[in-house]
């Protein structure tokens, strides 16, 4: 049952990456009923902070795949918990019938988030008392809107990160009949930071993206262009900031690093690509330009200059077709000329950021519905759109691949979750997964170029 106590609430985030494990740990912290709040939002970036309080255990698990961090993206994440270790999605559902949470996060894909619904509907059937189930999104939603969000029907709580998602949500439910009572307005967790001030010397950070754009060519371009801002303006230090490491996978597959890419330049003294905490980086941005990286969002939220290029087009594909009416609409050539985009205030507030006084209350609902349901003791049991009625030409598909049955039982010979993986096991995952980035990142763009000859 609920382990709900006055000084106690129990946690559990399943994440699948290392932005959606930041995601899922900061909402956790954000989304905690008003008893577990302190008094006052710090101003410290929330990434900087401690994601678990004295009174709130954490448990995190990383769902096995091709994307799960590694060692070091969950130390450039920053956030901690209580405990955090690797899992199948078999293994979780076992652990949930174990172990007594009051909310657990799901910071997954779309279709990783129904098979968990469904599998823990299956796991919990004729049990008095279950946790309050949270999904969302980590960033902007441009692409997929109906797909991801059906996948997510079902918990109890789908959080839009603005007041436009919100109102898109809702109709995207109602559309196809599917109760819209869920979707619940809040903003993205890991905004924050000290205001905007300009530093010395002046510094231009492009946030790159792992599969924005996907193409070679348009990612040489990216790079040539960036470098020619570099030394065309040798008083400003550029940066590129990277997401991954080679061999690391984020949210999104990377075939083509800019690393790689930048191996083969002559480097201006004042370029050099960086890694590390997205808050801390923009502690020094002066420019933050970007294709359509979330990133966007966290610079706007805190007043610093923000572009999201033209130069590819404005496109579906690239994401940036988000940003239309922002005012940060702008290409290579007007940066390098001097332009500094001034945003578009009505925008902005509707995406959520830089919106005054507003940001610290934006979880308010949230955590009044958590209470809500907190409170009521049982809850009905999860009830995703999607069943083997309305979709069994899909959800059968969907749930096989996380090792499910349509009833969202385990299917047979699915991994065992009563004993650790042996040693043996262990290095083959991860030979398993190394091959696997190595045909992403070498293999893969090999045969595609060859495909074009």
Request: glycine residues 8%; proline residues 6%.
């Given at each position: 049952?609920?382990?709900?106590?006055?000084?106690?609430?129990?946690?559990?985030?399943?994440?699948?990456?290392?932005?959606?494990?930041?995601w899922?740990?900061?909402?956790?912290?954000?989304?905690?009923?008003?008893?577990?709040?302190?008094?006052?939002?710090?101003?410290e970036?929330?990434?900087?902070?401690?994601s678990?309080d004295?009174?709130?255990?954490?448990?995190g698990?990383?769902?096995?795949?091709?994307?799960?961090?590694?060692?070091?993206?969950?130390?450039?994440?920053?956030?901690?918990?209580?405990?955090?270790r690797?899992?199948?999605?078999?293994?979780?559902?076992?652990?949930?019938t174990?172990?007594?949470?009051?909310?657990?996060?799901?910071?997954?894909?779309?279709?990783?988030?129904?098979?968990?619904?469904?599998?823990?509907?299956?796991?919990?059937?004729?049990?008095?008392q279950?946790?309050?189930?949270?999904?969302?999104?980590?960033?902007?939603?441009?692409?997929?809107?109906?797909?991801?969000?059906?996948?997510?029907?079902?918990?109890?709580?789908?959080?839009?990160?603005?007041?436009?998602?919100?109102?898109?949500?809702?109709?995207?439910?109602?559309?196809?009949?599917?109760?819209a009572?869920?979707?619940?307005?809040?903003?993205?967790?890991?905004?924050?930071?000290?205001?905007?001030?300009?530093?010395?010397?002046?510094?231009?950070?492009?946030?790159?993206?792992?599969?924005?754009?996907?193409?070679?060519?348009?990612?040489?371009y990216l790079?040539?262009?960036?470098?020619?801002?570099?030394?065309?303006?040798?008083?400003?230090?550029?940066?590129?900031?990277?997401?991954?490491?080679?061999?690391?996978?984020?949210?999104h597959?990377e075939?083509?690093?800019?690393?790689?890419l930048a191996?083969?330049e002559?480097?201006?003294?004042?370029?050099?690509?960086?890694?590390?905490?997205?808050?801390?980086?923009?502690?020094?941005?002066?420019l933050?330009?970007?294709?359509?990286?979330t990133?966007?969002l966290?610079?706007l939220?805190?007043?610093i200059?923000?572009v999201?290029?033209?130069?590819?087009?404005?496109?579906?594909?690239?994401g940036?077709?988000?940003f239309?009416?922002s005012g940060?609409l702008?290409?290579?050539d007007?940066?390098?000329?001097?332009?500094?985009?001034?945003?578009?205030?009505?925008?902005?507030?509707?995406?959520?950021?830089?919106?005054?006084?507003?940001?610290?209350?934006?979880?308010?609902?949230?955590?009044?519905r958590?209470?809500?349901?907190?409170?009521?003791?049982?809850?009905?049991?999860?009830?995703?759109y999607?069943?083997?009625?309305?979709?069994?030409?899909?959800?059968?598909?969907?749930?096989?691949?996380?090792?499910?049955?349509?009833?969202?039982?385990?299917?047979p010979?699915?991994?065992?979750?009563?004993?650790a993986?042996?040693?043996?096991?262990?290095?083959?995952r991860?030979?398993?997964?190394?091959?696997y980035?190595?045909?992403?990142?070498?293999?893969?763009?090999?045969?595609?170029?060859?495909?074009?000859?």
């Amino acid at each position: 049952m609920p382990a709900s106590t006055a000084k106690s609430l129990r946690v559990a985030v399943l994440a699948d990456s290392d932005t959606r494990w930041k995601w899922g740990a900061l909402t956790a912290n954000r989304i905690k009923p008003s008893e577990f709040t302190e008094s006052s939002e710090s101003a410290e970036p929330a990434e900087s902070r401690k994601s678990v309080d004295s009174d709130i255990r954490l448990d995190g698990f990383l769902l096995r795949g091709r994307a799960t961090p590694t060692a070091r993206q969950l130390e450039e994440v920053g956030v901690r918990a209580d405990s955090l270790r690797e899992v199948t999605a078999v293994e979780f559902l076992r652990e949930m019938t174990k172990e007594s949470y009051d909310i657990l996060v799901l910071a997954l894909v779309g279709g990783g988030v129904q098979a968990m619904l469904h599998g823990l509907a299956h796991a919990w059937q004729g049990r008095a008392q279950r946790p309050v189930v949270v999904t969302g999104y980590v960033g902007v939603v441009y692409e997929k809107l109906a797909d991801g969000l059906l996948l997510r029907h079902g918990a109890d709580l789908v959080l839009a990160n603005s007041r436009q998602d919100a109102e898109r949500f809702r109709a995207v439910y109602e559309g196809v009949g599917a109760d819209a009572s869920s979707v619940t307005e809040v903003a993205l967790p890991f905004l924050g930071g000290a205001a905007y001030e300009k530093s010395d010397p002046y510094t231009v950070v492009f946030a790159a993206q792992p599969s924005v754009p996907e193409s070679r060519k348009d990612r040489a371009y990216l790079l040539e262009r960036l470098i020619r801002h570099a030394r065309k303006h040798p008083e400003r230090e550029v940066l590129l900031k990277l997401r991954s490491k080679p061999g690391e996978h984020t949210t999104h597959i990377e075939e083509l690093p800019y690393q790689k890419l930048a191996q083969k330049e002559d480097l201006p003294a004042n370029f050099r690509l960086v890694y590390g905490n997205m808050g801390e980086v923009l502690d020094r941005t002066d420019l933050l330009v970007t294709v359509s990286s979330t990133a966007a969002l966290e610079s706007l939220h805190r007043r610093i200059p923000t572009v999201v290029l033209t130069d590819l087009g404005v496109r579906e594909a690239l994401g940036n077709h988000h940003f239309v009416g922002s005012g940060c609409l702008a290409s290579w050539d007007q940066l390098d000329a001097g332009h500094e985009p001034v945003p578009d205030a009505e925008w902005v507030s509707r995406q959520g950021v830089a919106a005054e006084g507003e940001y610290a209350t934006a979880f308010d609902e949230a955590r009044e519905r958590i209470t809500g349901l907190l409170a009521a003791g049982e809850l009905p049991p999860l009830a995703p759109y999607y069943t083997p009625v309305t979709a069994p030409g899909y959800l059968p598909g969907v749930l096989a691949r996380h090792h499910l049955a349509p009833d969202g039982s385990p299917l047979p010979g699915a991994p065992a979750a009563d004993k650790a993986p042996s040693p043996v096991r262990q290095i083959v995952r991860r030979a398993a997964r190394g091959a696997y980035r190595h045909g992403v990142q070498r293999v893969a763009p090999v045969i595609r170029r060859m495909g074009e000859l």
